[in-house]
């Protein structure tokens, strides 16, 4: 069974661009969540998506915002980059909205310069 | 907003040694859970708590959720090297219908000198 699925791994921008990160959930669940992990702030939730809706949300800036597909794949998406967006974003998936945990993925490492 | 507080920020112990963290919140949680966190790595879910008093096992790991439902711990018993890596405490909350949100500690990084 595939785990959670984020691309691209890496990822360098120039401060003012912005970014769309992917990430796959595993086969069956609805449910994705997004984090947020910097060394300063730990981890931080973005948002969760559930069924094509935003259904929970953190305490982000309107720069900040994602989307679900019909087939559960999430996008998320970061304009006009600051340095502070530098960090490793973490998409979780699960069946319905984590209530027996979440399953994590490997992360999308972002570096504004 | 809820805030978990999460000891020792490190650890070096020796393999072969036991291993305890904790976390401690001042809101309220449904569930408890622990995850582990290598290099490059997502956290992997190592134990999931669901009842306050609540003690479970997953090999070496030992965890239990609070009576308050305000706190859990963690211990590792008789650690290898592999034990190395960030340990986080998470707590879960009911937003709505079949919806939560975790509230995340700021990890125990855990080093182990063979």
């Known amino acids: 069974k595939a785990g959670v699925t984020q691309t691209p791994r890496y990822l360098i921008k120039t401060r003012g661009q912005q970014v769309t990160l992917s990430c796959s959930p595993i086969?069956?669940?609805?449910?994705v969540s997004w984090y947020q992990q910097t060394p300063g702030q730990g981890l931080q939730f973005l948002f969760e998506y559930f069924s094509e809706t935003q259904r929970n949300k953190g305490n982000f800036p309107g720069r900040f915002s994602g989307r679900q597909f019909s087939n559960s794949r999430s996008e998320m998406n970061v304009s006009t980059l600051e340095l502070g967006d530098s960090a490793l974003y973490l998409c979780?998936?699960?069946?319905?909205?984590?209530?027996?945990?979440?399953?994590f993925g490997s992360g999308t490492r972002l570096t504004v310069v | 907003g809820q805030q978990l507080n999460q000891s020792p920020q490190s650890m070096f112990i020796q393999e072969g040694e036991d291993v305890s963290m904790n976390c401690t919140s001042s809101?309220?949680?449904?569930?408890w859970l622990w995850y582990k966190q290598d290099p490059g790595e997502g956290p992997v879910l190592l134990i999931a708590?669901?009842?306050?008093?609540e003690l479970t096992s997953n090999g070496r790991l030992t965890a239990q959720f609070g009576i308050t439902r305000k706190d859990s711990f963690l211990n590792i018993s008789a650690s290898i090297p592999s034990d190395v890596g960030i340990y986080f405490c998470a707590g879960q909350t009911t937003i709505g219908a079949g919806s939560y949100q975790l509230t995340f500690g700021k990890g125990t990084k855990l080093s182990v000198i063979p």
């Open positions: 086969s069956g669940h609805r449910s």
């Open positions: 708590l669901y009842k306050a008093g």
């Open positions: 809101s309220i949680f449904n569930t």
């Open positions: 979780a998936s699960s069946l319905t909205g984590g209530s027996y945990g979440y399953t």
